[in-house]
């Protein structure tokens, strides 16, 4: 082999340097420019490349960075989640049944908290000189058997259902993310276990176990109930979300994160969730619904809510049997009980529609496009 002027050659010629299966400075299958080194990939002035171009001093990552800015995907922006965050806005506010069930469910969480306080009696007062009385200027919902105020009841009621469907909602819906998306990212004998609890739970009868389990909670007041309602409905909305986990966790931006030293507790809680904040908040208010008219169901049957405590279930009960003698008693916790049901029904579809990434665009065409003629 011939060395070049004062330097030495190693599988081909170098003047003054050292070459290694090529010529320039170090170059690692690829070339570097100025003092550069290049990694499956051409870096710029003192840059270095990975699997793509990086600008002057910058690091690109399957993507272009500006100057002296990291590339990751694609090309980041200012203001990215900004634009997001105002096109769900705007879409939520042009879409009729979020504006018709947000007014709703706002009626209905206004009348649970100042209800009670707006009336002059309490869900306990008994009016002895009004019995199964009609709405009046005095009571506005008119009064029970036994002269209670037919208003206060239910707001109190009404608060208290609301109370149950919340938690409930945010118990089920979090533990069912956390369990589903353990179980897709990690698999193996993880997987295995968590969807084993999930099925064994599934096999069992819902409302049989409450009715068993319920008697035996009764001195630790709703917070139980609440509880073993979240503690039951949680494994579907959990095997969703393990089979989407599934699926999310081969995409490139996965992908990329884990290759990149990310831990998988932050991959999940950065880059797998909100892909799934559209079905999520969905799964969400139907629990709630759902939360809502199972304690409906168990204080109708006595199972639920306790005496002398209300709720809208147990006003249901206690006026089914007088619901066309006395239409107040039972008319108005039941239409309140339906129009809860309603609001977040609405509501839980505009969220869809809303918060899916899929069918979020920007407001209007892009600068500079023209239009056809047809």
């Known amino acids: 082999?011939?060395?070049?002027?004062?330097?030495?050659g190693m599988l081909g010629r170098g003047q003054g340097r050292r070459g290694?299966?090529?010529?320039g400075g170090r170059g690692g299958l690829g070339r570097g420019r100025r003092g550069g080194r290049g990694g499956l990939g051409q870096g710029g002035q003192g840059g270095r490349g990975m699997l793509?171009?990086?600008?002057?001093?910058?690091?690109?990552m399957l993507g272009q960075g500006g100057q002296g800015g990291r590339g990751m995907l694609?090309?980041?922006?200012?203001?990215?989640l900004g634009r997001r965050g105002r096109a769900v806005l705007g879409r939520l506010a042009r879409h009729p049944g979020a504006l018709c069930g947000l007014a709703l469910l706002l009626a209905l969480v206004v009348l649970a908290a100042l209800g009670p306080y707006a009336c002059r009696w309490s869900y306990t007062d008994v009016d002895y000189t009004a019995l199964r009385q009609p709405?009046?200027?005095?009571h506005w919902m008119g009064t029970n058997r036994i002269?209670?105020?037919?208003?206060?009841?239910?707001?109190?009621?009404?608060?208290?259902?609301?109370?149950?469907?919340?938690l409930v909602a945010a118990v089920a819906t979090g533990l069912a993310a956390a369990v589903g998306a353990c179980a897709g990212y990690f698999g193996g004998w993880t997987d295995r276990l968590l969807m084993l609890v999930a099925d064994l739970l599934l096999v069992l009868p819902g409302f049989l176990v409450l009715v068993v389990l319920a008697p035996r909670l009764r001195r630790w007041g709703w917070l139980a109930l609440a509880g073993l309602l979240a503690l039951l409905g949680w494994m579907v909305t959990a095997r969703a979300v393990r089979g989407m986990t599934r699926s999310l966790k081969e995409r490139q931006f996965v992908v990329v994160a884990r290759l990149t030293g990310v831990g998988p507790v932050r991959i999940i809680w950065r880059h797998v969730l909100p892909h799934l904040a559209s079905f999520l908040v969905t799964d969400a208010t139907v629990t709630v619904a759902g939360a809502v008219v199972s304690e409906a169901g168990l204080s109708y049957f006595?199972?639920?809510?306790?005496p002398p405590d209300v709720s809208l279930g147990t006003l249901i009960a206690d006026a089914s049997d007088v619901a066309l003698v006395y239409p107040w008693m039972f008319f108005f916790p039941a239409g309140?009980?339906?129009?809860?049901?309603?609001?977040?029904?609405?509501?839980?579809?505009?969220l869809r529609d809303a918060l899916d990434p899929t069918t979020v665009r920007p407001a209007g065409p892009p600068r500079g496009a023209v239009s056809g003629l047809a």
Do not use: C, E, T, Y
């Open 336 to 350: 309140l009980l339906v129009a809860f049901v309603l609001a977040v029904g609405l509501l839980g579809n505009a």
């Open 20 to 23: 290694m299966l090529g010529r």
């Open 135 to 138: 709405p009046d200027a005095r």
């Open 302 to 306: 006595g199972f639920g809510v306790q």
């Open 147 to 166: 002269g209670q105020d037919v208003f206060a009841q239910v707001a109190h009621g009404l608060r208290k259902s609301l109370l149950i469907g919340a």
């Open 74 to 80: 694609g090309q980041g922006r200012r203001g990215g």
């Open 52 to 60: 793509g171009q990086g600008g002057q001093g910058g690091r690109g």
């Open 1 to 8: 082999m011939r060395a070049g002027r004062g330097g030495r």
